[in-house]
């Protein structure tokens, strides 16, 4: 019997039609699909393609088993994970040895700080596998605040505001264009970082970017609450004509 | 008579199926199409929708009066490029305020680096504007190497291979994945600043990524000649479980 392919497909930034026409397709066309989410939630890539998905499609939630409660520097935190991630894999691999193909919904891009590349990497030399790139969510940020991120020479450093408050407001200094993910709760040391960095004035948070609930606004005008998936950004002031 | 909306369309690093199905509706169904692109060749916008476009489309090709021949620096160049985007606004400004809308055709995502970007700021206050994102050149690339680019809390830095050699050093020397944009005869200076850097041997070179000529290989073993399109990256190490 022939083996499936696991396809991970990124689908983007939130808008259904801002996914790929080969997302759309694949995603439309699924026997079986896969997704990640928090334990007791929808899931955001799953709401996603809500009303996309075949009748017949059997889905297959892969529920974290722990996300923030244990910090990443605790070794339980790997080892659960490692023991997670090792059980998603043997489920999917055992429905491509069945000889379906398995569509693998990824939020934004796959291989851009995504889980799909935790499967990816284990099942890589295992089954047929195959990504397909997405429109990431800081693109879907910067178009919604209506100004281009980049322009000539300008820096563009990508940073998780996982990062020390220290590490984060060095970086922060000596970039020209920033993007900044991984928020929640780290918010109000970010807005530090940016502060201690001199640039607070000059930048934009964004929450839900091309979703029906998108907010743009400058940080500084905004609340110390917002989502794990906002996107903060300053936008670059290089060369133009 | 009401006024059209002029559409910076990105269409993602060049496979039709990579479009957004946003995208793909405004291609096959514009009455007006218009593309950036060097004089004498066909454009590689252009050649990304070939197909696609209606029988009765109407074509504006805007050709940069210069790309390399000038240096940056110079006033000239500054001065020509005005003149060349004041004089594309407006032809685009008549045609929206014909009642028409018109499809700007752009390589990749339109805000991160892009030529609309001129467009864009030039005209967003006098006619209506869309921004459609798309996937960028980069996510294509590193998609087309087969490795993830950012994982954990790695940092990413973008760079144009049209910084110093200095500057590209330092900047390399202190990223955790990189990625490299505007090549073509900046990729001798852009070795050696890797080879400074002490990463030469970790960076890949992804030509025409997602194009039929995809060719995707270590940079240590390439030739010193390569397309303004392509794409040096680095892929980060960071923390995986």
């Not at 069945?98 to 291989?111: K, W, Y």
């Not at 322009?151 to 990062?163: C, E, H, K, P």
């Amino acid at each position: 019997m022939s083996v499936g392919t696991i396809f991970g497909v990124g689908l983007g930034p939130g808008a259904q039609d801002l996914m790929s026409v080969r997302a759309d397709r694949l995603v439309r066309g699924a026997c079986h699909v896969a997704y990640f989410r928090k334990a007791g939630r929808k899931g955001q890539a799953r709401a996603i393609v809500e009303g996309m998905l075949s009748p017949e499609a059997v889905e297959f939630a892969m529920e974290y088993p722990v996300t923030t409660e244990i910090p990443f520097a605790d070794p339980r935190y790997n080892e659960i994970l490692v023991r997670f991630y090792a059980e998603c894999c043997a489920h999917l691999e055992r429905l491509a040895k069945t000889g379906a193909d398995v569509v693998v919904l990824c939020e934004g891009d796959p291989f851009f700080y995504g889980s799909f590349m935790h499967v990816y990497t284990r099942l890589k030399d295992v089954v047929p596998l195959e990504v397909v790139p997405a429109i990431t969510g800081m693109s879907g940020a910067w178009t919604a605040t209506g100004h281009p991120i980049t322009w000539g020479d300008d820096v563009l450093t990508v940073l998780m505001a996982t990062l020390s408050e220290d590490v984060l407001a060095a970086r922060i200094a000596a970039t020209d264009a920033l993007v900044v993910m991984k928020i929640g709760r780290n918010l109000p040391k970010l807005k530090r970082a940016l502060h201690a960095a001199g640039r607070l004035d000059d930048a934009w948070l964004v929450e839900y970017a091309q979703m029906p609930r998108q907010r743009v606004q400058h940080l500084s005008a905004a609340d110390e609450v917002t989502p794990y998936f906002s996107i903060v950004l300053i936008h670059g002031q290089g060369r133009r004509p």
